[in-house]
Every structure is written in structure tokens, then in C-alpha cells.
């Protein structure tokens, strides 16, 4: 089966990557003549957080551009069936997403410290960018670089750090662009 053009950015937080983002998606969907969808992973945890997801709508519509939203915090192969072919699709973004679905039955159930778990977690996200790919013609994925620090191998952010990096790598390794953000400029990677 055919899949569309899979790019990804990444960049440091507050790196402009978002903006780099929407930019670039409207720009192909403007060339493919396609709809355009974004797949918000954040939710409204804090006051800091309402305050990003509003300014992120805000300058949506103000784009110039028709955006239809999809809130979809974990399990992003739901909204596949939302999804129109062809459409171009910005996927924002998936380190809240991999800490979405690391964490969502809490720190108290001790579930994100089980290696099986970890396997299921990459896959799950894998595969729903996969599924993506295959209704349009292009997925744009944004991440956020993590810092390493050094703790111990078993500590939530540890197993997180880890995560993450083996979810980009995947990424990068099935996309036919990857770009970094720095200070808002972009530096293509690969593509």
C-alpha cells in the first residue's frame, strides 16, 4: 500500500517548531490542493497549558488557512477514520503524546516501569503514524528534543528520555524529511 510523505520536526521547546510546522503543512496542502487536519495530543492540564493550546488555535485561524481540529491525546489510529485521503495532516505533538499514553493510568500504578509496556507504548504510536501515513498524502510529526541528564536507569524520566529517543529514531528512519528547529530556524536533517 502506498503512504504518503512522512516529515519530521523537532527542536527544542519554544524552537518556533511549531510554527516551522503549520507553515509547512499549509504550504502542501496549498500544492495538493488537499484538506488540512491537525491532531492536537495536549490537553488543558494546567493554566500554562490552556493558555499554549489557545494561542495554538488562535494562530491556526488566523493562518489564512482551514484547519479541522482533532483533539487526540493517546491512541492516534482513532482519528484515522476522520481523516480525509489525501489531506495533509500535522501531527502536534508526539512527546506529549508517548507522555500521554506512558502515564495515563498514573504514577501509581507502577505500569509505566514495565518494559513490556514500553514496547506496547512505541508501537501503539508507531503504528498510528503508520495508519496516517497510509489515508494521506502527507503527515508532518513535531517532537521535542529532551535533555539527557544523568539519573537512574529506572526513574520515569529515565525510561521517558529512553522512549522518546526510540520513537524519533523510527520516525526519522521512515521519513522523507527531518528538520531541526533552532531559535526558529529550520535545519534540514535529512530529506
Known sequence: METGKLIFITGGARSGKS???EAHSIELAKSHEAALFYIATARGSDEEMESRIKWHKTDRLQSGYQWAT???P???????EKIEPGSVVLLDCV???????????????????DPAFHVEVQATIIEGITRLR???SAVIVVSNEVLHGAMRAEAPTAIYERLIGYIHQQIVQQSNQAYLVEAGIPIEMKG
Do not use: D, R
Not at 493517546?74 to 484515522?80: G, K, P, R
Not at 506529549?96 to 504514577?107: A, D, E, H, R
Open 74 to 80: 493517546t491512541h492516534i489510529q482513532t482519528c484515522v
Open 95 to 113: 512527546t506529549i503524546l508517548l507522555s500521554n499514553t506512558l502515564f495515563q493510568s498514573g504514577f501509581a500504578s507502577g505500569k509505566w516501569a
Open 70 to 72: 482533532l483533539e487526540c
Open 19 to 21: 510554527s516551522f510546522a
Open 134 to 136: 497510509e489515508k494521506a
